[in-house]
């Protein structure tokens, strides 16, 4: 297990459409987080993942995201209608329970919104 | 007010100084995590502190809880240190992360 992976790395969209991030964390972490990071701004809480389940949402995550783990494994991060706005880095970190063993963030995706 | 802050925003440095970078908090956490961002936008875990001090190599991070306060120090600094070093708390109730804004270190050789 080589760490969090994040695809895609970049993602250029036209403004209104509708993009999916993938990130498989490390397999025997069961906690997943995803944030978003603006230029020059500390990365964001967007949600967390313990196994499958959905256990924390922020304000942020508007009801254009959405955010997926369906089998505990990979997650999905979704965003419709894209708006100039959303360009950002998205970063998704795995975790054991409590942290213990520190956090692993994967390398991010890029999004922009032209 | 940001519930991390730190400072200072940017820094430049010549090869081999001491270099500190401070991170307060506001909020009552279970942990204090430093992270070293490249260009690239890929974020490396540096040390996770819930007391006292850790040493990595030329990385040295402190954490003073009743003060709410940690610096991260780099020994011998080399332009491949040369990064943004986030500070990042995990609140004690819950499970959120509050990030500071970040340090944007340049070691010029």
């Known amino acids: 297990d080589t760490g969090v992976s994040q695809n895609p790395r970049h993602k250029i969209t036209k403004r209104g459409q509708n993009v999916t991030f993938r990130c498989d964390p490390i397999?025997?972490?069961?906690?997943l987080y995803w944030y978003r990071q603006t230029l020059g701004q500390g990365p964001e809480f967007l949600t967390y993942?313990?196994?499958?389940?959905?256990?924390?949402k922020s304000r942020l995550l508007s009801d254009r995201f959405s955010a997926e783990r369906p089998k505990g494994s990979f997650s999905t991060l979704e965003i419709q209608r894209t708006e100039q706005g959303d360009s950002a880095m998205y970063l998704c970190?795995?975790?054991?329970?409590?942290?213990?063993?520190?956090?692993?963030f994967g390398s991010g995706t890029r999004l922009t919104v032209v | 007010k940001n519930e991390v802050e730190q400072s200072p925003q940017n820094l430049t440095a010549q090869e081999g100084e001491f270099i500190t970078i401070n991170c307060s908090y506001s909020v009552g956490i279970s942990a204090l995590h430093w992270l070293q961002q490249h260009p690239g936008g890929g974020i490396v875990s540096l040390f996770m502190?819930?007391?006292g001090k850790k040493k990595h190599g030329r990385l040295i991070a402190t954490i003073n809880i009743q003060e709410k306060h940690s610096s991260l120090h780099i020994t011998a600094s080399h332009p491949r240190d040369s990064a943004v070093y986030i500070c990042a708390v995990r609140a004690s109730t819950g499970n959120q992360f509050y990030f500071g804004t970040g340090t944007s270190l340049t070691v010029i050789p």
């Open positions: 397999s025997e972490h069961n906690r």
């Open positions: 993942f313990q196994n499958e389940a959905q256990l924390e």
């Open positions: 970190a795995s975790s054991l329970p409590g942290g213990s063993r520190g956090y692993t």
């Open positions: 502190l819930s007391s």
